[in-house]
């Protein structure tokens, strides 16, 4: 995993996703995606944003959404907040548990 930012992430510190999470920092990254932190912008709540690229020969995160959507309300099981897609990537947003 990676944390820095590069010239191959999907998007950049201070992107907004569909007007309504802005985009803090990358926090990770791997074969199956990219982690950011975001912040909702209405109330500022700090989330967690996975984008998976629309190019990605094997889409996964829409496996993902599901599993994420059938667990919600177990305990250990972030809270699901939203998910979408535009013709550059897919994306699930989740509570993000600061340490």
Known sequence: MTSATSDSDLVLPGHVIKEKW???KKIGGGGFGEIYEAQEV???EKVALKLESARQPK???KMEVAVLRKLQGKEHVCKFLGCGRNDRYSYVVMSLQIY
């Open 59 to 61: 889409q996964v995160l």
């Open 42 to 44: 209405s109330s500022q």
């Open 22 to 24: 802005r985009i803090i």
